[in-house]
């Protein structure tokens, strides 16, 4: 997630780190480069998981980064836009690739205001399918660049409405606080 400059501090199950991670796709001709990434860094540490568990092998984090741009060049040649490149070049650009499509905005961000020169902004958010039904929450923080610092989304059980949005602000300052932020109005 370094390439496109995108951080997470939240610990999410995949299922909430692929709905995040969704949510971050780019505008780009590249931006199948970014949903290919996310399943290229699965598939190796489940792979690596394996070979520790039953081979007793030790994980290498050089290899596995090496083992992620080699499939995300692999399989972006063969499923994404990046038939007409080589393989080669692909893979020895794969950086360059994922700068350019790294995510240019934030879905459902068109009234976004950027907080002040230096400032940081934490949007968040909270859903409910009733009252009270399953629900969930989720927050971007940014700095006044546009720049996303920090993410969350997850299931937090069954609530209102009403309870939702407050639960995702405290989230908010739970988060920013595990940061040294200073929380201000």
């Not at 007793?56 to 990046?82: E, M, N």
């Not at 690739?97 to 934030?106: G, H, Y």
């Not at 006044?144 to 209102?160: A, E, H, N, R």
């Not at 939702?164 to 405290?170: D, K, L, M, P, R």
Request: contains cysteine; hydrophobic residues 45%; positive net charge.
């Amino acid at each position: 997630m370094g390439w496109w400059e995108v951080e997470c501090c939240s610990t999410v199950s995949i299922k909430e780190w692929w709905e995040c991670w969704v949510g971050l796709s780019p505008a780009s001709k590249y931006g199948r480069a970014w949903d290919i990434l996310f399943f290229a860094v699965i598939w190796t540490l489940w792979e690596m998981r394996n070979q520790a568990v039953f081979q007793d092998r030790v994980a290498s984090v050089v290899q596995a980064v090496d083992t992620v741009k080699f499939r995300l060049a692999w399989w972006f040649k063969h499923y994404g836009a990046g038939s007409k490149e080589t393989l080669t070049d692909i893979l020895l650009n794969v950086k360059e690739l994922c700068v350019e499509s790294r995510p240019r905005k934030i879905r459902g961000t068109d009234g976004w205001m950027p907080p002040s020169c230096r400032g940081l902004k934490f949007n968040v958010d909270g859903f409910a399918l009733g009252k009270p039904r399953p629900a969930g929450i989720g927050g971007v923080l940014r700095d006044s660049s546009g720049k996303v610092l920090c993410m969350f989304s997850k299931f937090i059980g069954v609530y209102d409405s009403n309870s939702v949005e407050i639960i995702a602000i405290h989230q908010a300052c739970v988060l920013c606080a595990s940061l040294g932020l200073i929380v201000g109005a």
